[in-house]
């Protein structure tokens, strides 16, 4: 299974931890920062890492980078904004992780289903006299006055008893089809009953 996520660059941990700090009140607005080789040699990063750090903590108004008088901090809010604004990206990264994870489940949980209905008929095409909830077949051809209706609309389990688990449309199969799906020419569609529900079924289907 795949999953997308964003990975963020080495100098926007540092800055988003500088900004952490300064929060946390390890330095006060009018403090000065350590050197871009002390930084450095704290991260274990390379002096430009350093410096990309601190351009895009300047770039948010959180510091300040004057020859001379080296990294001043500025502000304390805009470390807030600055850290509120990259746990929104990594909730939407959360999110779409979970979603892409979710729907690859939602696909082999289909199917599984399949093939638990693909096994079901076949059981029951080889043991049909000893199974009391024999799934069983019908095709929806021209004419039939079902055609164009909701399950729902023509009250099929009311009419006949039997329980529609899949229809077979256009070489595919549609599993678990909800009171809303709408029968078309040419369908297949699986149901699952008894003996008498086979017949009432027919009846419903043909006879009309």
Not at 64 to 86: A, P, Q, R, Y
Not at 147 to 163: C, L, R
Not at 183 to 204: C, H, L
Request: charged share 25%; glycine share 6%.
């Amino acid at each position: 299974m795949s999953s997308e996520s964003i990975v963020k660059p080495v100098y926007q941990k540092i800055a988003i931890d500088i900004a952490n700090r300064i929060v946390a009140r390890d330095f006060n607005v009018g403090d000065k920062l350590y050197g871009r080789s002390s930084l450095a040699s704290q991260y274990n990063v390379s002096p430009e890492t350093i410096r990309r750090a601190t351009i895009l903590l300047s770039d948010m108004g959180i510091v300040k980078v004057t020859k001379g008088s080296g990294i001043i901090i500025e502000s304390v809010d805009n470390c807030l904004k600055f850290i509120d604004k990259f746990k929104d990206i990594d909730s939407m990264t959360s999110l779409k992780k979970e979603i892409t994870g979710l729907m690859a489940k939602r696909r082999q949980l289909d199917k599984s289903m399949e093939n638990i209905t693909n096994e079901l008929i076949d059981y029951s095409n080889r043991f049909n006299k000893s199974n009391p909830f024999t799934p069983f077949e019908f095709e929806i051809y021209a004419g039939l006055h079902i055609i164009g209706k909701a399950i729902s609309e023509v009250k099929f389990w009311q009419n006949t008893g039997a329980t529609i688990i899949a229809i077979r449309r256009n070489g595919k199969l549609i599993l678990s089809p909800g009171p809303y799906t709408v029968f078309m020419e040419n369908d297949v569609f699986i149901a699952i009953g008894d003996e008498s529900t086979y017949y009432r079924t027919k009846k419903f289907l043909y006879d009309k």
